[in-house]
């Protein structure tokens, strides 16, 4: 069914009126298929929150919901995989009043991040490290850019290592998680890509994790799965201690999970352009 769909509302080349029909269509469909099902009507699904600013899909609204139900503390976050920080999960909570800590391998990125926000890294608001993380110096990269033990916010992206590098953070214990998942696997398959702290992405379907693997892991530190985007390109984990009776089914990886609906978001309007 999807695939179809996708065909119908995704044609190769498109012009102002076709882009604006397939948003129409996507809109739709996403309430009719996806709104309106009876999985997420429950009023502590988080899918139902959904919205995209800046985030690659809906990931700005689910981050908003949690932390309107657990609240904040020091408002940090430290986000990997950034690019050049015009579509990633933290950017919104930097116009929120947040502080945090990115890290981005590719050197032009960087430049263009410190071109178009020297203000808030002058004035310390956020740091900006280059450096292609590995399992082996992803803790020091933190002590580097001066993050604090617990930051509410942790959201890893780098399309391949991310289980590995999750897994080697131990001394800091962020209150919650996004991690990219390979939604390709169901949740009863256990799967990840064989560390090599060299490599990237291969543009292929054998990048990351699966929702199962990051769920056993999440649970090995404390963390509980509390939603999936619709998109099926993001896992949510809230620490344990932070949890109270404020999600559904915490931990239930068949729930939460969401298959790959690529297609579904496009952001329309303006191109995105951050200066800060």
């Known amino acids: ?22 948003s129409m269509e996507i809109e739709n469909f996403i309430q009719k298929h996806l ?40 408002k940090y976050f430290v986000e990997f995989g950034v690019e050049n920080g015009t579509e990633c999960n933290s950017t919104l909570l930097l116009y929120k009043g947040w502080k945090g800590l990115w890290i981005e391998g590719n050197a032009p990125s960087v430049e263009h991040i410190k071109a178009h926000m020297s203000g808030i890294i002058s004035a310390g608001t ?28 942790l959201s890893i992206d780098i399309d391949r290592n ?36 060299t490599k990237t992405w291969d543009k292929t379907s054998n990048f990351g994790a699966s929702l199962g693997l990051l769920n056993t892991l999440g649970e090995e530190k404390g963390y509980s799965l509390v939603a999936c985007n619709f998109a099926g390109t993001n896992a949510f984990f809230v620490r344990k201690d932070c949890l109270g009776d404020k999600f559904l089914l915490p931990g239930d990886a068949e729930a939460h999970y969401e298959p790959a609906r ?15």
């Open 1 to 22: 069914m999807f695939k179809q769909i996708y065909r119908r509302i995704v044609p190769k080349k498109s012009s102002a009126k076709q882009d604006a029909i397939r």
């Open 35 to 74: 709104f309106d099902q009876e999985k997420y009507q429950h009023p502590l699904k988080l899918n139902r929150f959904e919205y995209q600013s800046f985030s690659q899909c809906g990931e700005d609204g689910i981050i908003d919901e949690i932390f309107k139900r657990i609240g904040t503390t020091n």
């Open 126 to 153: 956020l740091t900006v490290l280059n450096s292609f993380i590995t399992a082996e110096n992803i803790e020091s990269l933190f002590t580097q850019g001066g993050c604090p033990a617990e930051p509410d916010l």
């Open 162 to 197: 991310d289980y590995y590098v999750w897994k080697s953070i131990v001394k800091f214990k962020p209150r919650v998680v996004a991690i990219e998942y390979n939604a390709i696997f169901r949740p009863d398959v256990s799967f990840t890509v064989p560390y090599d702290g």
């Open 262 to 276: 690529y297609y579904l978001y496009k952001k329309d309007g303006h191109p995105r352009n951050v200066i800060l």
